[in-house]
């Protein structure tokens, strides 16, 4: 089960900045992988009980403007619920002494020309290296 979760959260992490431009990835120098793993995995249980608030759907007796609007505030509770979920992410692993890195382009490329199995391990390995590749966002 924990390996579930932390290869659902390798594969995920990047997915949430990819609409921003390269993927994002946690880094801390000489981290140990044990430690890495525990860490995202503390975060990600506590992410997991991220709510968004309820959207209210105004009363009208046009049945299609109440299923327009039914989506439309379902596509906005998405929204806001991934992001929460992302705010939880960050601020958990900074607490923890993680920096979020914004991976380079050429990386980028790398990390999606690599199976799911080979993914998770570079994450890793990213995760603990000397130096992180890419640039260095603010917490």
Do not use: W
Not at 35 to 59: E, H, I, N, S, T
Not at 74 to 82: V, Y
Request: proline letters at 5%.
């Amino acid at each position: 089960m924990r390996h579930l979760i932390l290869f659902a959260a390798a594969v995920a992490l990047p997915v949430s900045a990819a609409a921003a431009g390269e993927p994002v990835y946690f880094y801390k120098a000489a981290v140990e992988r044990e430690a890495f793993a525990g860490d995202l995995a503390q975060c990600l249980d506590l992410a997991k009980g991220v709510q968004a608030p309820r959207m209210d759907v105004p009363y009208s007796p046009n049945l299609y403007a109440v299923a327009v609007g039914a989506f439309l505030a379902g596509l906005t509770r998405s929204r806001e619920r991934r992001h929460m979920i992302d705010n939880v992410l960050r601020t958990c692993m900074s607490d923890k002494g993680y920096r979020r890195v914004e991976a380079t382009k050429a990386l980028g490329k790398e990390l999606d020309g690599l199976a799911e199995k080979e993914r998770v391990e570079r994450f890793y390995t990213l995760a603990s290296a000397a130096e992180p590749v890419g640039e260095v966002l603010p917490q």
